[in-house]
């Protein structure tokens, strides 16, 4: 606790760890009001949901890589808090201008936008750590500002649900937007200057040189590896199993709980609350008693619990919806979740050279959205046809028997620690 006290004392740390707190808390925020403004402008579907997140994920993909390959080379100061001014600018006009506004495009436009902005903003964010502390300080700052930007994210879906249940989503943008505002200026008031800022007049034909040359060569340099190495190929697999189970039911899910329960963000912010929490403390349980289990094996497992709690969860919500029991399995699903995160990027840590880590993770994410894109789309089209239930129920059985099945497939690969 001294520690973290003489580290929050550190005047530029402390600017940074407490705008990322509130812009945490605006983040979640912002969410729960474009789903909000989904539900309550475009009729609330599951495909006009998975619509609004396929311009927050399509970032990752064309900006990304040209985001890693630039932001050191910029001022990451003057980054982080331009960043920060222009998503307060864009997210303001979406309920000035655009939250009664018929042209859906336009929305979709200012979200990509502003999540575009984003892909620059993350990597800016986690470097200029280094700037601000000192080295042996290094470790715990990183843990700060990790672990509160995640308590206050998983807070921030309860507050969010409140807030824009009470206040409607123009509220909720309009709280996003300030909160964007607070962190530019926490941000603004750090001292310390380091970088060379590009001059705006290069800054265009040098992400065009980036794209033809990064994004392609990323892309190539990553996925020959994952060929060539059989355990980061399965390793691939599996984040493509987890990321298209979560795309199949995201939107699905949310639907689902506005019906059984009968609020538009309320109780869905609270129970994604819970699932942050059990996310939160899974995590902790696997970093600190998982080591002596087989990393595959804890994946194999986390994937039939998974399966089994995700199944209790949608039967018991749609015959007899109570949100206390909802909340109790929401939590359960997150504890038992998590170790499949923690295994697959600890066996990509062990297994992958030095050189090819940075491109085997970018890779390994664009892997990830794609699979969530695919998988969001396929379901919420479904939906139109079938029960989000039945949808829930055929993931859940999904999970279970592909766990099985991997579980007692006992080939050298899959056993080895």
Partial sequence: MAQITRLLKNRNFFFLWFGQIISQLGDRLGQMALIGFVSLNMRGSSLEIAKALFFTILPVFLIGPVAGVYVDRWDRRKTLYICDFLRTILVLIIPLFLISSKTRFLVYLLIFLIFCIGRFFIPAKMAIVADLVEKKDLLLANSLV???????????????????????????????????????LFIFFISKRDGNFIEIKELASEIINAVKKSIWQELKDGFIYFFKNRYIRFTAWVMFVLWSALGSVYVVLIVFIQKTLGSITRDLGFLITFLGIGLFMGSLSYGRFGQKISHYKAIFVSLILSGAFLSLFSLSLSFKPSFSLAALLTFILGLVVSPIMIASYTLIHKISQD???????????????????????????????????????????????LGFLNLFYRSKVLWLR
């Fill in 146 to 184: 990790n672990i509160t930007g995640m308590i206050a994210a998983i807070f921030g879906f309860g507050l969010g649900g409140i807030l824009v249940e009470w206040f409607g989503p123009k509220g909720g943008f309009y709280l996003d937007s300030l909160s964007f505002f607070i962190s530019a």
């Fill in 355 to 401: 050189s090819m880590m940075g491109k085997t993770f970018s890779s390994l994410e664009m892997v990830m959205h794609l699979a969530f894109i695919l998988f969001m789309f396929i379901s919420s089209i479904l939906s139109r046809y079938i029960s989000e239930l039945f949808i829930l129920l055929l993931v859940s059985i999904v999970f279970v028997i």
